[in-house]
């Protein structure tokens, strides 16, 4: 397995402030950093290096994106506020919590061109799973609006390169919030298959306004949407029961995954219930699908358990047995509500099919 690094996404400088707000809270007496940092991918990339997972990898140098690769997402008058908002000489807030500043665009590039770099390493056949360890993360991007920290796309500019050369493409993103980014830019298309297992968690301002619920479900896109609580059997059902015979009843030939864990028990920033173990079965669920894959990095924002999902999702992809214990993880699997959800998303989704 090929994993892609660029340096200059350390560049990307979100701040400190109150969690994931900028600015100074008088009554707060030591600002936090924003959970979306540099610390994290360092975390992240440490543990593949010197973990017992680490003789299994092969590390390759991403690259930057050019104009018109990003612009196979985004729209051009879009790309430009973003540019200009990178290049204010300070700190800048596309939204609520997405910030920009001296640094950020550079590292913007770079995971989208590491991503792509992923990708031509898989379309080459020089691997069959390549993980694109970046940040700015992407998901939550939509083609004209910044949302959830991202700002560019990585997986959707992935899905739409393959989709470009030909492939037929399905994107499955396990990301605790909606990949609501994702599914707008391939809204419209019907040979691209987006798939999202998610916390339900509804829209959370202007620039997200899609529910994430069965009810935007399609031919084109499937939604998982799981209740608080939500752990390993969850998600291994959600993949097994729903998503991936969606993923092979599409044809895909070409996977793209969204990657993150703060779907994590010990996440702060999601209300599901995963362990290490149960990231390690999602990796080898999507191995056994036995498509050529890339990954990009999404969530996952308490570094320390993260780093150790990441390890444990790797493990799955290359097909170890568990190598690092999971010295965290005690929250009971929350199982009461999977049948629910489950129903919710397939008759959903058939239902906007009949209409």
């Keep these: 397995m090929e994993l892609f690094w660029h340096d200059a996404c350390l560049e990307h400088d979100t701040g400190e402030g109150l969690w994931e707000l900028p600015g100074r809270w008088e009554w707060l007496d030591a600002p936090e950093p924003h959970p979306e940092n540099a610390a994290r ?11 017992p997972v680490a003789p299994h990898l092969t590390w390759s140098t991403g690259r ?55 990708w031509e390493a898989v379309e080459s056949g020089r691997t069959r799973l390549a993980y694109a360890l970046v940040r700015p993360p992407g998901h939550h991007a939509q083609r004209s609006l910044a949302d959830g920290y991202c700002m560019v796309n990585n997986a959707a500019l992935v899905a739409e390169t393959a989709r470009r050369a030909g492939r037929r493409v399905a994107v499955l993103d396990w990301d605790v919030h909606h990949g609501n980014g994702t599914q707008d830019v391939f809204r419209d298309a019907e040979d691209v298959l987006t798939v999202s297992v998610h916390m339900r968690h509804g829209p959370w301002g202007v620039n997200h306004k899609q529910t994430g619920g069965p009810e935007e479900s399609d031919g084109a896109n499937l939604n998982i949407e799981l209740s608080l609580g939500a752990g390993d059997t969850a998600y291994h059902r959600a993949l097994t029961e729903v998503a991936l015979p969606a993923i092979r009843a599409h044809g895909a030939d070409f996977l793209v995954c969204a990657s993150g864990f703060d779907g994590s028990a010990f996440d702060p920033n999601g209300r599901h219930n995963l362990t290490a173990a149960g990231y390690r079965g999602i990796g080898r669920e999507v191995a056994a699908l036995d498509l050529p894959t890339v990954l990009t990095q999404e969530g996952g924002y308490l570094r320390g358990y993260a780093a150790l999902c990441l390890h444990a999702l790797v493990e799955g992809l290359v097909g170890t047995g568990p190598l690092l214990d999971d010295p965290l993880a005690y929250v009971p699997d929350e199982t009461r509500l999977v049948d629910r959800d489950l129903a919710r998303a397939v008759t959903g989704r058939a239902a906007r099919d009949r209409a």
């Design 64 to 118: 930057f994106a050019t104009d018109e690769e990003l612009a196979r997402v985004h729209s051009d008058a879009y790309l430009a506020h973003v540019y200009k908002a990178c290049h204010a000489g300070e700190r800048v807030s596309l939204e609520t919590n997405t910030v920009v500043g001296p640094g950020s665009w550079d590292a913007i590039r770079a995971a989208a061109g590491t991503a792509l770099a992923a």
């Design 41 to 51: 991918l360092r975390t992240f990339r440490h543990a593949l290096t010197h973990g």
